[in-house]
Protein backbone atom coordinates (compact mmCIF):
# COMPACT_ATOMS: atom_id res chain seq x y z
CA UNK A 1 0.00 0.00 0.00
CA UNK A 2 1.01 3.84 0.55
CA UNK A 3 4.87 4.87 0.89
CA UNK A 4 6.54 2.86 -1.49
CA UNK A 5 8.89 4.89 -2.90
CA UNK A 6 9.90 2.70 -5.70
CA UNK A 7 6.67 3.29 -7.61
CA UNK A 8 7.59 5.34 -10.80
CA UNK A 9 4.19 7.66 -10.76
CA UNK A 10 3.10 8.69 -14.47
CA UNK A 11 1.16 12.23 -14.75
CA UNK A 12 -2.83 12.37 -14.99
CA UNK A 13 -4.21 12.34 -18.36
CA UNK A 14 -7.95 12.51 -18.03
CA UNK A 15 -9.53 15.11 -15.37
CA UNK A 16 -13.06 13.88 -14.39
CA UNK A 17 -14.51 17.77 -12.88
CA UNK A 18 -17.63 16.38 -11.12
CA UNK A 19 -19.29 20.33 -10.90
CA UNK A 20 -22.28 19.70 -9.28
CA UNK A 21 -24.50 16.83 -7.69
CA UNK A 22 -27.57 18.43 -8.82
CA UNK A 23 -29.53 16.79 -11.86
CA UNK A 24 -32.73 17.58 -13.06
CA UNK A 25 -33.13 13.69 -13.78
CA UNK A 26 -33.51 10.84 -11.26
CA UNK A 27 -31.94 7.36 -13.10
CA UNK A 28 -31.58 4.96 -10.68
CA UNK A 29 -28.60 3.55 -11.86
CA UNK A 30 -26.62 7.19 -11.29
CA UNK A 31 -22.57 6.27 -10.04
CA UNK A 32 -23.24 9.16 -7.81
CA UNK A 33 -22.95 8.34 -4.26
CA UNK A 34 -26.20 7.92 -2.24
CA UNK A 35 -25.62 10.14 0.16
CA UNK A 36 -24.83 12.66 -2.47
CA UNK A 37 -27.44 14.75 -0.55
CA UNK A 38 -25.00 15.58 2.39
CA UNK A 39 -21.84 16.77 -0.14
CA UNK A 40 -23.86 19.21 -1.72
CA UNK A 41 -21.38 22.32 -0.88
CA UNK A 42 -19.84 22.95 -4.45
CA UNK A 43 -16.45 24.65 -5.38
CA UNK A 44 -16.08 28.38 -6.45
CA UNK A 45 -15.53 28.85 -10.13
CA UNK A 46 -12.06 30.14 -9.03
CA UNK A 47 -11.39 26.77 -7.41
CA UNK A 48 -12.17 24.96 -10.73
CA UNK A 49 -9.87 27.21 -12.87
CA UNK A 50 -7.32 26.37 -10.19
CA UNK A 51 -7.52 23.08 -10.38
CA UNK A 52 -8.04 23.27 -13.85
CA UNK A 53 -4.65 25.49 -14.52
CA UNK A 54 -2.69 22.56 -12.51
CA UNK A 55 -3.92 19.10 -13.39
CA UNK A 56 -2.92 20.46 -17.33
CA UNK A 57 0.62 21.70 -16.12
CA UNK A 58 0.97 18.11 -15.15
CA UNK A 59 -0.17 16.68 -18.50
CA UNK A 60 -4.01 16.23 -18.03
CA UNK A 61 -5.30 16.55 -21.67
CA UNK A 62 -9.11 15.09 -21.54
CA UNK A 63 -11.62 16.69 -19.40
CA UNK A 64 -14.80 15.64 -18.66
CA UNK A 65 -17.55 18.25 -16.91
CA UNK A 66 -19.61 15.76 -15.81
CA UNK A 67 -22.49 15.58 -12.47
CA UNK A 68 -25.15 15.53 -11.76
CA UNK A 69 -25.88 17.76 -14.22
CA UNK A 70 -23.05 20.27 -15.10
CA UNK A 71 -25.55 22.76 -16.88
CA UNK A 72 -26.90 23.39 -13.98
CA UNK A 73 -23.53 25.60 -13.14
CA UNK A 74 -24.12 29.12 -14.50
CA UNK A 75 -20.20 29.26 -14.84
CA UNK A 76 -19.68 26.32 -16.87
CA UNK A 77 -19.31 28.32 -20.37
CA UNK A 78 -16.28 30.71 -18.05
CA UNK A 79 -14.98 26.98 -17.06
CA UNK A 80 -14.84 25.80 -21.07
CA UNK A 81 -13.58 28.33 -22.19
CA UNK A 82 -10.80 28.77 -19.15
CA UNK A 83 -10.19 24.94 -20.36
CA UNK A 84 -9.60 26.15 -24.16
CA UNK A 85 -7.44 28.56 -23.36
CA UNK A 86 -5.25 26.04 -21.58
CA UNK A 87 -5.67 23.80 -24.56
CA UNK A 88 -7.77 20.58 -22.98
CA UNK A 89 -9.85 18.52 -25.40
CA UNK A 90 -13.30 19.52 -23.00
CA UNK A 91 -16.11 16.68 -23.49
CA UNK A 92 -19.53 17.83 -21.67
CA UNK A 93 -21.16 14.99 -20.49
CA UNK A 94 -25.16 15.67 -20.14
CA UNK A 95 -28.87 14.95 -19.78
CA UNK A 96 -29.20 17.28 -22.67
CA UNK A 97 -32.09 18.36 -20.37
CA UNK A 98 -32.11 21.90 -20.84
CA UNK A 99 -29.46 22.57 -23.43
CA UNK A 100 -31.30 24.82 -25.89
CA UNK A 101 -29.42 25.85 -29.02
CA UNK A 102 -28.31 29.34 -27.87
CA UNK A 103 -26.63 27.56 -24.94
CA UNK A 104 -24.88 24.90 -27.50
CA UNK A 105 -23.87 27.85 -29.92
CA UNK A 106 -22.57 29.90 -26.28
CA UNK A 107 -20.57 26.78 -25.35
CA UNK A 108 -19.04 26.16 -28.97
CA UNK A 109 -17.78 29.86 -29.05
CA UNK A 110 -16.43 29.11 -25.62
CA UNK A 111 -14.24 26.42 -27.24
CA UNK A 112 -16.32 23.15 -26.09
CA UNK A 113 -14.96 20.10 -28.13
CA UNK A 114 -17.74 17.60 -27.76
CA UNK A 115 -20.68 16.69 -26.46
CA UNK A 116 -22.04 13.51 -25.10
CA UNK A 117 -25.97 13.25 -24.68
CA UNK A 118 -27.05 10.79 -22.80
CA UNK A 119 -30.52 8.70 -23.47
CA UNK A 120 -32.33 6.37 -21.46
CA UNK A 121 -34.76 4.28 -24.02
CA UNK A 122 -35.85 4.57 -27.57
CA UNK A 123 -39.47 5.11 -26.68
CA UNK A 124 -40.72 7.69 -24.85
CA UNK A 125 -42.59 6.27 -22.08
CA UNK A 126 -39.64 4.08 -20.89
CA UNK A 127 -37.16 6.78 -21.58
CA UNK A 128 -38.93 9.20 -19.61
CA UNK A 129 -39.85 6.15 -16.38
CA UNK A 130 -36.37 5.50 -16.16
CA UNK A 131 -34.80 9.26 -16.14
CA UNK A 132 -38.19 10.16 -13.77
CA UNK A 133 -38.36 13.61 -15.76
CA UNK A 134 -40.37 14.33 -19.27
CA UNK A 135 -37.29 14.44 -21.36
CA UNK A 136 -37.26 12.20 -24.32
CA UNK A 137 -38.17 14.72 -26.94
CA UNK A 138 -35.63 17.33 -25.94
CA UNK A 139 -32.69 15.26 -25.50
CA UNK A 140 -33.30 14.08 -29.77
CA UNK A 141 -33.64 17.81 -30.32
CA UNK A 142 -30.65 18.58 -28.28
CA UNK A 143 -29.05 15.30 -30.53
CA UNK A 144 -29.82 16.88 -33.72
CA UNK A 145 -28.62 20.14 -32.67
CA UNK A 146 -25.21 19.00 -31.22
CA UNK A 147 -24.61 17.41 -34.67
CA UNK A 148 -26.08 20.18 -36.47
CA UNK A 149 -23.18 22.94 -34.83
CA UNK A 150 -20.58 20.35 -35.78
CA UNK A 151 -19.62 18.63 -32.90
CA UNK A 152 -18.40 15.37 -32.55
CA UNK A 153 -21.79 13.34 -31.26
CA UNK A 154 -21.77 10.57 -28.72
CA UNK A 155 -25.23 8.92 -27.69
CA UNK A 156 -24.85 7.24 -24.82
CA UNK A 157 -27.02 5.04 -23.26
CA UNK A 158 -26.97 2.84 -20.07
CA UNK A 159 -28.15 -0.60 -20.39
CA UNK A 160 -30.13 -2.44 -18.17
CA UNK A 161 -32.74 -5.19 -17.97
CA UNK A 162 -35.44 -2.46 -18.31
CA UNK A 163 -34.25 -1.18 -22.00
CA UNK A 164 -32.00 -4.05 -23.11
CA UNK A 165 -34.42 -5.97 -25.32
CA UNK A 166 -34.61 -2.32 -26.87
CA UNK A 167 -30.78 -2.54 -28.11
CA UNK A 168 -32.23 -2.86 -31.96
CA UNK A 169 -34.30 0.44 -31.99
CA UNK A 170 -32.13 1.80 -29.79
CA UNK A 171 -29.07 1.40 -32.57
CA UNK A 172 -31.54 2.47 -35.03
CA UNK A 173 -32.34 5.90 -33.38
CA UNK A 174 -28.04 6.85 -33.07
CA UNK A 175 -28.30 5.74 -36.51
CA UNK A 176 -31.06 8.47 -37.57
CA UNK A 177 -30.03 11.08 -35.10
CA UNK A 178 -26.34 10.92 -37.00
CA UNK A 179 -24.29 10.16 -33.73
CA UNK A 180 -20.82 9.66 -34.80
CA UNK A 181 -20.02 7.53 -31.47
CA UNK A 182 -22.46 5.34 -29.34
CA UNK A 183 -21.40 4.44 -26.02
CA UNK A 184 -23.39 1.33 -25.10
CA UNK A 185 -22.77 1.34 -21.44
CA UNK A 186 -24.07 -1.79 -19.64
CA UNK A 187 -24.87 -0.73 -15.70
CA UNK A 188 -21.68 -1.01 -13.47
CA UNK A 189 -23.10 -1.90 -10.10
CA UNK A 190 -22.32 1.26 -7.57
CA UNK A 191 -24.09 3.39 -5.57
CA UNK A 192 -28.07 3.70 -7.30
CA UNK A 193 -27.28 1.14 -9.29
CA UNK A 194 -25.76 -1.28 -6.32
CA UNK A 195 -29.53 -0.60 -4.90
CA UNK A 196 -31.45 -1.37 -7.53
CA UNK A 197 -29.56 -4.11 -8.75
CA UNK A 198 -31.62 -6.99 -8.45
CA UNK A 199 -34.05 -4.87 -10.93
CA UNK A 200 -31.41 -3.62 -13.15
CA UNK A 201 -29.43 -6.61 -14.07
CA UNK A 202 -30.11 -8.27 -17.29
CA UNK A 203 -29.80 -12.29 -17.75
CA UNK A 204 -26.97 -13.82 -19.22
CA UNK A 205 -29.02 -15.13 -22.46
CA UNK A 206 -30.31 -11.10 -22.48
CA UNK A 207 -27.05 -9.73 -22.55
CA UNK A 208 -25.64 -12.33 -24.80
CA UNK A 209 -28.61 -11.39 -27.04
CA UNK A 210 -27.73 -7.76 -26.83
CA UNK A 211 -24.32 -8.36 -27.62
CA UNK A 212 -24.64 -10.06 -30.90
CA UNK A 213 -27.35 -7.44 -31.83
CA UNK A 214 -24.77 -4.32 -31.49
CA UNK A 215 -21.56 -6.44 -33.05
CA UNK A 216 -23.46 -6.96 -36.18
CA UNK A 217 -24.61 -3.65 -35.73
CA UNK A 218 -20.98 -2.33 -35.24
CA UNK A 219 -19.92 -4.38 -38.69
CA UNK A 220 -22.42 -2.57 -40.75
CA UNK A 221 -22.05 0.84 -39.74
CA UNK A 222 -18.01 0.87 -39.27
CA UNK A 223 -17.29 3.83 -41.42
CA UNK A 224 -19.72 5.96 -40.14
CA UNK A 225 -20.30 5.33 -36.06
CA UNK A 226 -17.88 4.01 -33.84
CA UNK A 227 -19.23 2.11 -30.91
CA UNK A 228 -17.89 1.96 -27.45
CA UNK A 229 -18.91 -0.93 -25.33
CA UNK A 230 -18.68 -0.86 -21.84
CA UNK A 231 -18.84 -4.67 -20.73
CA UNK A 232 -21.01 -6.30 -18.00
CA UNK A 233 -18.17 -7.02 -15.65
CA UNK A 234 -20.16 -9.73 -13.86
CA UNK A 235 -20.15 -11.83 -16.53
CA UNK A 236 -16.77 -11.68 -17.57
CA UNK A 237 -13.92 -14.05 -16.24
CA UNK A 238 -11.56 -11.89 -15.51
CA UNK A 239 -12.00 -7.85 -13.61
CA UNK A 240 -11.58 -4.99 -15.37
CA UNK A 241 -8.68 -2.84 -15.25
CA UNK A 242 -10.21 -0.71 -13.42
CA UNK A 243 -9.28 3.42 -13.55
CA UNK A 244 -6.28 2.01 -15.90
CA UNK A 245 -4.87 1.23 -12.58
CA UNK A 246 -4.95 3.07 -9.75
CA UNK A 247 -3.47 6.96 -9.65
CA UNK A 248 -1.87 6.68 -13.07
CA UNK A 249 -4.54 8.18 -15.47
CA UNK A 250 -7.33 9.44 -14.07
CA UNK A 251 -8.33 12.20 -11.47
CA UNK A 252 -12.00 13.23 -10.73
CA UNK A 253 -12.49 16.00 -8.68
CA UNK A 254 -16.45 16.06 -6.99
CA UNK A 255 -17.93 18.93 -6.67
CA UNK A 256 -17.08 19.39 -2.95
CA UNK A 257 -13.55 19.87 -4.29
CA UNK A 258 -13.05 15.94 -3.19
CA UNK A 259 -10.45 14.63 -5.21
CA UNK A 260 -10.73 11.21 -6.36
CA UNK A 261 -8.69 8.16 -7.98
CA UNK A 262 -12.12 7.30 -9.38
CA UNK A 263 -15.69 8.62 -8.94
CA UNK A 264 -16.92 5.53 -5.99
CA UNK A 265 -13.35 5.89 -4.06
CA UNK A 266 -15.25 7.87 -1.62
CA UNK A 267 -17.08 5.31 -0.06
CA UNK A 268 -13.49 3.31 0.88
CA UNK A 269 -12.56 3.65 4.34
CA UNK A 270 -9.50 5.42 5.51
CA UNK A 271 -8.39 7.13 2.41
CA UNK A 272 -8.77 10.60 3.73
CA UNK A 273 -9.13 11.59 0.22
CA UNK A 274 -7.97 15.56 -0.19
CA UNK A 275 -9.76 18.40 -0.82
CA UNK A 276 -8.43 20.68 -3.08
CA UNK A 277 -9.19 23.52 -1.22
CA UNK A 278 -6.54 22.60 0.75
CA UNK A 279 -3.84 21.24 -1.31
CA UNK A 280 -2.17 21.64 -4.72
CA UNK A 281 -3.09 19.18 -7.54
CA UNK A 282 0.77 18.32 -7.82
CA UNK A 283 0.65 17.64 -3.71
CA UNK A 284 -2.86 15.57 -4.15
CA UNK A 285 -1.69 13.48 -7.08
CA UNK A 286 1.85 12.65 -5.80
CA UNK A 287 2.09 13.22 -2.14
CA UNK A 288 -1.49 12.33 -0.93
CA UNK A 289 -2.24 8.55 0.90
CA UNK A 290 -5.17 8.38 -1.26
CA UNK A 291 -3.67 8.31 -4.86
CA UNK A 292 -0.65 6.43 -3.22
CA UNK A 293 -2.85 3.74 -1.55
CA UNK A 294 -3.26 1.13 -4.05
CA UNK A 295 -0.61 2.72 -6.39
CA UNK A 296 1.36 -0.26 -7.99
CA UNK A 297 0.94 -3.94 -6.94
CA UNK A 298 2.74 -4.31 -3.64
CA UNK A 299 -0.87 -3.81 -1.85
CA UNK A 300 -1.94 -6.92 -2.63
CA UNK A 301 -3.21 -10.40 -1.44
CA UNK A 302 -3.42 -13.69 -2.63
CA UNK A 303 -4.40 -14.55 -5.12
CA UNK A 304 -3.90 -11.23 -6.96
CA UNK A 305 -0.33 -10.89 -5.32
CA UNK A 306 1.28 -14.01 -7.41
CA UNK A 307 -0.79 -13.80 -10.29
CA UNK A 308 0.59 -13.42 -14.01
CA UNK A 309 -1.88 -11.16 -14.98
CA UNK A 310 -1.61 -8.74 -12.22
CA UNK A 311 0.31 -6.04 -14.33
CA UNK A 312 -2.83 -6.38 -17.16
CA UNK A 313 -5.96 -5.95 -14.87
CA UNK A 314 -4.71 -4.36 -11.68
CA UNK A 315 -6.27 -6.88 -9.21
CA UNK A 316 -9.79 -5.33 -11.12
CA UNK A 317 -11.64 -2.54 -8.68
CA UNK A 318 -10.95 -1.61 -5.29
CA UNK A 319 -14.82 -0.37 -5.03
CA UNK A 320 -16.77 -3.23 -6.02
CA UNK A 321 -14.02 -5.57 -3.89
CA UNK A 322 -15.34 -3.43 -0.77
CA UNK A 323 -18.89 -2.80 -1.78
CA UNK A 324 -19.24 -6.81 -2.39
CA UNK A 325 -16.84 -8.56 -0.38
CA UNK A 326 -16.22 -5.73 2.48
CA UNK A 327 -12.10 -6.02 2.17
CA UNK A 328 -10.99 -3.05 -0.21
CA UNK A 329 -7.51 -5.50 -0.27
CA UNK A 330 -9.09 -8.34 -1.81
CA UNK A 331 -9.55 -9.27 -5.24
CA UNK A 332 -12.02 -8.11 -7.41
CA UNK A 333 -14.72 -10.50 -6.94
CA UNK A 334 -15.82 -10.78 -10.35
CA UNK A 335 -12.57 -12.91 -11.03
CA UNK A 336 -13.11 -16.41 -11.32
CA UNK A 337 -9.73 -16.30 -9.41
CA UNK A 338 -11.09 -15.02 -6.27
CA UNK A 339 -12.09 -17.27 -3.30
CA UNK A 340 -15.08 -14.76 -3.22
CA UNK A 341 -16.88 -15.21 -6.88
CA UNK A 342 -19.60 -16.85 -5.24
CA UNK A 343 -20.79 -13.04 -4.30
CA UNK A 344 -21.20 -12.49 -8.27
CA UNK A 345 -22.74 -15.70 -8.55
CA UNK A 346 -25.52 -15.00 -6.07
CA UNK A 347 -26.20 -11.81 -7.70
CA UNK A 348 -26.67 -13.09 -10.83
CA UNK A 349 -28.97 -15.74 -9.31
CA UNK A 350 -30.53 -12.98 -6.88
CA UNK A 351 -31.49 -11.11 -9.75
CA UNK A 352 -32.41 -13.54 -12.46
CA UNK A 353 -35.05 -14.71 -9.67
CA UNK A 354 -36.22 -11.83 -9.14
CA UNK A 355 -36.95 -10.95 -13.39
CA UNK A 356 -38.55 -14.22 -13.05
CA UNK A 357 -40.91 -13.65 -10.17
CA UNK A 358 -43.12 -11.05 -11.50
CA UNK A 359 -43.66 -9.19 -7.82
CA UNK A 360 -40.76 -7.11 -7.70
CA UNK A 361 -40.65 -3.98 -5.68
CA UNK A 362 -40.24 -0.63 -7.63
CA UNK A 363 -36.98 1.05 -8.93
CA UNK A 364 -35.10 3.59 -5.84
CA UNK A 365 -34.57 6.45 -8.03
CA UNK A 366 -32.42 9.16 -7.71
CA UNK A 367 -32.96 12.37 -6.14
CA UNK A 368 -32.73 13.94 -2.52
CA UNK A 369 -35.64 12.73 -1.22
CA UNK A 370 -34.29 9.26 -1.38
CA UNK A 371 -30.67 10.50 -0.39
CA UNK A 372 -31.14 11.64 2.64
CA UNK A 373 -32.28 7.91 3.36
CA UNK A 374 -28.53 6.84 3.34
CA UNK B 1 -14.18 -5.36 -34.91
CA UNK B 2 -13.98 -3.17 -38.30
CA UNK B 3 -14.99 -5.49 -41.23
CA UNK B 4 -12.55 -6.21 -43.96
CA UNK B 5 -14.90 -5.66 -46.16
CA UNK B 6 -15.23 -1.84 -45.07
CA UNK B 7 -11.62 -1.15 -45.28
CA UNK B 8 -11.02 -1.92 -48.73
CA UNK B 9 -13.92 -0.01 -49.49
CA UNK B 10 -11.88 3.29 -47.97
CA UNK B 11 -8.67 4.19 -49.80
CA UNK B 12 -7.05 6.84 -50.64
CA UNK B 13 -8.25 8.56 -54.14
CA UNK B 14 -4.50 10.38 -55.18
CA UNK B 15 -6.77 13.63 -57.10
CA UNK B 16 -8.51 14.62 -54.20
CA UNK B 17 -7.65 17.27 -51.62
CA UNK B 18 -6.83 15.45 -48.10
CA UNK B 19 -7.85 17.59 -44.53
CA UNK B 20 -7.92 17.09 -41.20
CA UNK B 21 -10.94 16.00 -39.79
CA UNK B 22 -13.01 18.47 -37.97
CA UNK B 23 -13.59 15.97 -35.46
CA UNK B 24 -10.40 15.22 -34.14
CA UNK B 25 -7.62 17.83 -32.94
CA UNK B 26 -4.19 17.58 -33.44
CA UNK B 27 -2.29 18.91 -31.00
CA UNK B 28 1.64 19.49 -29.83
CA UNK B 29 1.37 18.22 -25.93
CA UNK B 30 4.26 19.89 -24.06
CA UNK B 31 3.55 17.66 -20.64
CA UNK B 32 4.11 14.36 -23.53
CA UNK B 33 6.72 16.09 -26.06
CA UNK B 34 4.65 14.84 -28.53
CA UNK B 35 1.82 15.55 -31.19
CA UNK B 36 -1.19 14.04 -30.19
CA UNK B 37 -4.56 13.41 -31.96
CA UNK B 38 -7.80 14.19 -29.71
CA UNK B 39 -11.45 13.14 -29.69
CA UNK B 40 -14.23 12.46 -27.54
CA UNK B 41 -13.14 10.70 -24.44
CA UNK B 42 -9.67 9.54 -26.22
CA UNK B 43 -6.15 10.28 -27.28
CA UNK B 44 -3.62 8.98 -29.90
CA UNK B 45 -0.16 9.40 -29.41
CA UNK B 46 1.53 10.18 -32.57
CA UNK B 47 5.84 9.50 -33.97
CA UNK B 48 7.09 12.61 -35.53
CA UNK B 49 6.49 10.99 -38.82
CA UNK B 50 3.25 10.64 -38.84
CA UNK B 51 2.90 13.93 -37.33
CA UNK B 52 4.32 15.48 -40.02
CA UNK B 53 2.52 13.84 -42.41
CA UNK B 54 -0.95 14.86 -40.81
CA UNK B 55 -0.08 18.64 -40.38
CA UNK B 56 0.70 18.38 -44.13
CA UNK B 57 -3.31 17.34 -44.38
CA UNK B 58 -4.57 20.90 -44.39
CA UNK B 59 -7.13 21.44 -46.98
CA UNK B 60 -4.52 22.65 -49.47
CA UNK B 61 -2.80 19.42 -50.39
CA UNK B 62 -3.88 16.30 -52.47
CA UNK B 63 -1.35 12.94 -52.02
CA UNK B 64 1.50 14.11 -54.65
CA UNK B 65 1.72 17.59 -53.16
CA UNK B 66 2.24 16.41 -49.44
CA UNK B 67 5.00 13.94 -50.95
CA UNK B 68 6.69 16.62 -52.59
CA UNK B 69 6.55 18.52 -49.74
CA UNK B 70 7.46 16.68 -47.09
CA UNK B 71 10.55 15.16 -49.82
CA UNK B 72 11.49 18.94 -49.67
CA UNK B 73 11.42 19.66 -46.37
CA UNK B 74 13.58 16.39 -44.94
CA UNK B 75 15.31 16.81 -48.32
CA UNK B 76 14.70 12.81 -48.90
CA UNK B 77 13.18 11.19 -51.63
CA UNK B 78 11.23 7.53 -51.83
CA UNK B 79 8.90 8.59 -49.29
CA UNK B 80 5.50 7.94 -50.91
CA UNK B 81 4.68 4.23 -49.85
CA UNK B 82 5.43 5.18 -46.23
CA UNK B 83 3.29 8.14 -46.86
CA UNK B 84 0.20 6.36 -48.79
CA UNK B 85 0.30 3.47 -46.34
CA UNK B 86 -0.33 5.95 -43.03
CA UNK B 87 -2.75 8.03 -44.63
CA UNK B 88 -5.06 4.47 -45.54
CA UNK B 89 -4.67 4.06 -41.75
CA UNK B 90 -5.90 7.78 -41.08
CA UNK B 91 -8.31 7.68 -43.59
CA UNK B 92 -9.92 4.20 -41.95
CA UNK B 93 -9.40 5.99 -38.24
CA UNK B 94 -11.26 9.04 -39.55
CA UNK B 95 -8.67 11.30 -38.81
CA UNK B 96 -8.50 12.56 -42.17
CA UNK B 97 -11.07 12.76 -44.93
CA UNK B 98 -11.60 14.10 -48.87
CA UNK B 99 -14.52 15.21 -49.76
Known amino acids: MAGSNKIKITPPRWLLAELTYKCPLQCPYCSNPLDYNQHNNEISTEDWKRVLSEARKMGAVQLGFSGGEPLTRPDLPELVKHARELGYYSNLITSGYGLTEEKILQLKEAGLDHIQVSIQASTQDLNDHIAGTESFQSKKEVARLVKKHGYPMVLCVVIHRENIHQMPEILAMAEELGADYVELANTQYYGWAHANRDLLMPTKEQYEAAEKIAQDFKEKVADKMKIYYVIPDFHEARPKACMNGWGTTFLTIAPDGMALPCHSARELPGLDCPNVTEHSISEIWNESKAFNFFRGTDWMKEPCGSCDEKEKDFGGCRCQAYLLTGDMYATDPVCHKSPENTVIQEAIASARASALSGDEKPLIFRNSKNSKKY | ?99
Open chain 2, 1 to 99: MISRSKEAIMSINPDKIIQFSPLHRLQWEEAQQKDVILYPEGMVELNQSSAEILKMCDGTRALEQIVNDLEEKFSTTGLKNDIMAFLEVALQNGWIKQD
